[in-house]
Each structure stands twice: as C-alpha cells, then as structure tokens.
C-alpha cells in the first residue's frame, strides 16, 4: 500500500526559508501525481502546490506563488516543497498527498488518494 512520510517541519522566523520533504512507497511513484496541503489550527486544509505525474507540471495556490516551489524526483520517489519568505501566515500542518494519474488542474483534499501524517511548519513574527 501507499505510504507517504513527510519532514523538515520546524521553527523558523518571518521571512526565512525551509524545505520539506516526503518519501513515497508501495507502488509506482511516478504514476501519481503529488500535491502539498496544509491545515492551520481552526481552519480547513487547504491546497498549496502540485506536481503532475505526466508532464511534471506545477500549480500553486495564489498566496504561493513565487514563494514555494513544488519539485519531484522520480529516481527517489521523494516529492520537495521549498518554501521561502515565509509568514506567520503559513503556520500550519503541511500534509504530502498523492493522487494516481491525475492530471487536472483542480485540486481539494477530497480528491487525493492517499495521504501522509503531517510536518508542522511554525512560523514566527
């Protein structure tokens, strides 16, 4: 079965930089296209970036863009997330997800297959 393990949560002030990874196993990973959400305490988990299985291509979500940078690698089944200038604003639970041949442009929580434990990413002013 699927397996998704994230890392690289941590404690970092405003405006500097992390980098999250997650480690995919039991089936073909470069058959699945994979995405990042985060949920923050109180609020829906919401969608920040995905990486299509095809063509590699990349979508964020608005408050994202030029920030983040989704990437995958397909020899190591591990899918990154840099994230910099960061904000308080992005504290949050970051989840690895993973969707099999999807290919849309559309992407809510509901429509991915499997999903990683989290990495929490705090933030500070």
């Known amino acids: 079965q699927v397996q998704l393990v994230e890392s690289g949560g941590g404690l970092v002030q405003a405006g500097g930089s992390l980098t999250l990874s997650c480690t995919f196993s039991?089936?073909?990973?470069?058959?699945?296209?994979m995405g990042w959400f985060r949920q923050a305490p109180g609020k829906e988990r919401e969608f920040v970036a995905a990486i299509t299985w095809s063509a590699g291509s990349t979508l964020y979500a608005d408050s994202m863009k030029g920030r983040f940078t989704i990437s995958r690698d397909n020899a190591k089944n591990t899918v990154t997330l840099q994230m910099d200038s960061l904000k308080p604003e992005d504290t949050a639970v970051y989840y690895c997800?993973?969707?099999?041949?999807?290919?849309?442009?559309?992407?809510?929580?509901?429509?991915?297959?499997?999903w990683g434990t989290g990495t929490l990413v705090t933030v500070s002013s």
């Open positions: 039991g089936h073909a990973f470069s058959t699945y296209t």
């Open positions: 997800s993973a969707s099999h041949l999807y290919s849309g442009s559309v992407y809510t929580a509901a429509g991915m297959d499997h």
